[in-house]
Structures are given as C-alpha cells and as structure tokens.
C-alpha cells in the first residue's frame, strides 16, 4: 500500500511539473514587456519618460522598469478578405493593400495573404511595390470567411517564426470582421495576438450581415473592434485606405516604444486587465489585457 502510495505521490508532482513547465511564459529577463504607442499632442521635442507613465494591473499600480522607443523596422501582415459577399471588389482591395508599399520605411517589410475558407499567400515578405503589385492579381472572390483559422496560421506560422529577434509586429486586417466556420474561437486567437504583443489595424468594409447576431463569437463590427481595442491597434474605413497606410506605417516607425515591469500582486495563472495612462498631452495605446500565462 504504500508502495502504491509513493507512485502516486510521484505521478502528481511530475503531473505538476509538466504543468508549469508548459504554461507559456509572457515574461524574459526584463519582466513583463508591452508595446507601447506613445506620442504628444504638441510638436514639442520633449521625449517621453517613464515618469510620465502609470500603468495599472487590475486596479493595481505597477512599478515601470523601463520605458524606451523602438526604432526597429515593422513586419506588418496584410490580411485580406476574399470571400464571395463580401461587399467590397477586387480592385478596392487591391488598392487598399499596394497603398502600404508606398508607406513603409527602409526596413520595413510586408507579407499579404488573402483568405476565404483557407488562407493563401499572396505575397512573402517584401518592400518591393512593383512586386507586389504584380502579386495581387491572385486575389479573388469565393467561398466563406474563416478569418479566425487565418489569424491562426498568420500568428503561428508568419509572426511567430520571426521571433524574439523581431519585436515590432503587426496585422493589418482588411475586413468586415465576419468569419463563418472557423474552427478556431476568436477568444483564442485575441488571447495569441495579446501573448505575442502583435498589434491589429484594421481598413474596416460595410458589415455585410447588418450587424446581425453571430452565435458563440462577436458580431462582424465587434470583432474588428475588440481586435484593435484589445491589441492597442485603430480602425479605419477603407475608403481612407491611403491614409491609413500612411498613419499607420508612421506610427509603428515614429512612435512605437517597449515597457518592462514586474508585476506585483497579480497572478499570472489569471487574465489581467491592462491600464495604462500617461501625464496630459500625451496620448498612449497598448493592449487592454495579458491573458492567463498557461496553454
């Protein structure tokens, strides 16, 4: 009998072991790491320090480690919508995505998949116009949107790959916000995007349901919605598509920042709510939560 009991015994703390030694970890050597959109209203040249900052874990003050911009180039996703309804043509999404090449900074790459009910990559990394241009003529309009099963493979197959050595990542999500038959849930791919600290901009398209009411996710709007809001990203209609490119590609390469802390007095085991606020005249943008540190 108590050999019997000593294996259990041993089952539960390897059982135990296994369990934290899976659980993903949000931190490295610098503690937690945010990105961070900060800017000041004014032109002033004052830059912006982490005593400017306060940042809050579920109601908690945390205590800022450091706070410094990030001068490295961007790696952005172009994800597109090429399902069959979606109210948009080819040649508005064509435009609307070879805006970015003539945006992004020296450095900068683009990778542009368009998606239906798979994924399919259009263009591989680049900051070739012409080339991408030249790729674009494979966009197409057909079947069902399973955006979720696309942001699943962009993050693990696209982005992922990429890190830790590149740390300024974005999707930009060119869509109405509808997936019909993903198998992936959209908690768990908001919850990846917020692991991996990538952000999502949107060119948003007219909801093609009318906002109609999706059963066990997000209606179409709120999906593109919670996607930026809960990454720190903007949304933007896709008629502004130029402006769009240009702000966006500005504001990874001119205002993009790291902030590290510890956290104190939280668990990382749970989902925390994530608020940061800054001195006035500054505006600040990271995401709303850190996900539970566990697979």
């Known amino acids: 009998m108590w050999l019997l009991s000593l294996i259990l015994l041993m089952f539960i703390v390897s059982a135990n072991a296994q369990s934290r030694n899976s659980a993903k970890s949000t931190t490295n050597a610098d503690g937690m790491v945010l990105s961070v959109i900060a800017s000041r209203a004014s032109d002033a040249k004052e830059p912006i320090k982490s005593e400017n900052l306060y940042l809050y874990e579920n109601g908690i003050e945390q205590k800022i480690k450091n706070f410094s911009?990030?001068?490295?180039?961007?790696?952005?996703?172009?994800?597109?919508?090429?399902?069959?309804?979606?109210?948009?043509?080819?040649?508005?999404?064509?435009?609307?995505?070879?805006?970015?090449?003539?945006?992004?900074?020296?450095?900068?790459?683009?990778?542009?998949?368009?998606?239906?009910?798979?994924?399919?990559?259009?263009?591989e990394w680049t900051d070739d116009a012409k080339k991408l241009e030249t790729s674009l003529a494979t966009f197409r309009k057909q079947a069902n949107p399973y955006l979720f099963d696309a942001l699943n493979l962009t993050i693990d197959e696209v982005l992922i790959p990429l890190m830790p050595g590149t740390r300024k990542t974005a999707v930009v999500l060119i869509s109405d916000g509808l997936d019909r038959g993903s198998k992936t849930s959209f908690d768990k791919i908001l919850g990846k995007l917020q692991n991996q600290n990538i952000t999502v901009y949107a060119l948003q398209i007219s909801d093609r349901t009318g906002g109609a009411y999706r059963r066990d996710q997000p209606k179409a709007g709120e999906v593109i919605t919670k996607l930026t809001e809960g990454t720190g990203g903007k949304v933007f209609p896709i008629d502004e598509a130029q402006t769009a490119a240009k702000f966006i590609t500005d504001e990874l390469r001119k205002n993009r920042y790291l902030l590290s802390y510890f956290p104190t007095n939280t668990s990382s085991y749970d989902a925390r709510r994530i608020f940061l606020i800054a001195d006035e005249g500054i505006s600040v943008r990271t995401k709303n939560t850190q996900p539970p540190n566990v697979k």
Request: no cysteine; proline share 7%.
């Open 69 to 123: 911009f990030d001068p490295s180039p961007s790696r952005i996703v172009l994800l597109v919508d090429n399902s069959q309804n979606l109210p948009a043509d080819i040649e508005k999404l064509k435009k609307a995505t070879i805006e970015f090449a003539y945006e992004i900074f020296d450095g900068d790459q683009l990778f542009v998949i368009g998606y239906d009910e798979k994924p399919e990559i259009i263009q």
